[in-house]
């Protein structure tokens, strides 16, 4: 009110004065007060309704704000978390999968071991039955020429009692036997 007061007084001051500028600038004194009593009324009522509410609108938006940005930090956290998860879980894929190769490894050197003492086993065998297979040769062959050997020793000993036996005959009987058994062979 005071201000209203002082208002209204420099306004009349300065009418009193007979300045002509300053009249052309402030209105007529009447009419300064009827605008300062209906700011007066307007403020007020801004102060009494519009404010609250403008108060509630912008405590509502801080508050939609805040809950934004706890639930960014949330959000945050929870990415920070699968992103934990996922590292382990690429850890974890890769140790397990080195150990697959590692056992694939120990499988292909156990199934190439076991090939090698097969192969060996067969060939070890082979070679025991081609020796037996000689061997069984040898004997047949020594047993053929033990016949021979004494079929030409009786048919020799059958000529040798056939004729009489003098230096010149003997001669010609090993001559003979030898050319017989040369032609064995």
Request: no cysteine; glycine share 4%.
């Given at each position: ?8 007084l420099?306004t ?5 004065e007979?300045?002509d500028g ?15 009593i209906?700011?007066?009324i ?15 609108t912008?405590?509502?938006r801080q508050?939609?704000i805040?809950?934004e ?11 920070s978390?699968?992103?934990e ?5 690429v850890?974890?894929?890769?140790a ?9 490894r120990?499988?292909g050197?156990?199934?190439k071991?076991d ?9 070890e065998a082979?070679?025991e039955r081609a020796?037996e ?6 004997a047949?062959?020594?047993d053929?020429?033990?016949r ?5 020793s009786?048919?020799?000993a ?6 009489s036996?003098?230096?010149?005959t003997?001669?010609?009987l090993v001559d003979?036997y ?8």
């Amino acid at each position: 009110m005071q201000l209203l007061a002082s208002a209204i007084l420099a306004t009349e001051a300065a009418a009193s004065e007979g300045s002509d500028g300053v009249k052309l600038l402030l209105p007529a004194g009447e009419e300064l007060i009827a605008g300062i009593i209906a700011f007066a009324i307007i403020f007020l009522v801004a102060w009494k309704f519009a404010l609250p509410t403008l108060k509630e609108t912008l405590e509502a938006r801080q508050a939609a704000i805040k809950s934004e940005l706890e639930a960014a930090e949330k959000s945050k956290i929870e990415a920070s978390s699968l992103l934990e998860d996922y590292q382990a879980q690429v850890a974890g894929a890769k140790a397990e999968a080195a150990k697959i190769i590692a056992d694939a490894r120990e499988a292909g050197e156990a199934v190439k071991a076991d090939i090698i003492a097969r192969a060996e086993g067969e060939a070890e065998a082979i070679k025991e039955r081609a020796h037996e297979e000689v061997a069984s040769e040898r004997a047949r062959v020594a047993d053929d020429l033990r016949r021979q050997v004494a079929d030409l020793s009786i048919n020799v000993a059958e000529k040798v009692v056939a004729s009489s036996i003098d230096a010149e005959t003997q001669r010609q009987l090993v001559d003979r036997y030898i050319e017989e058994l040369g032609g064995v062979h």
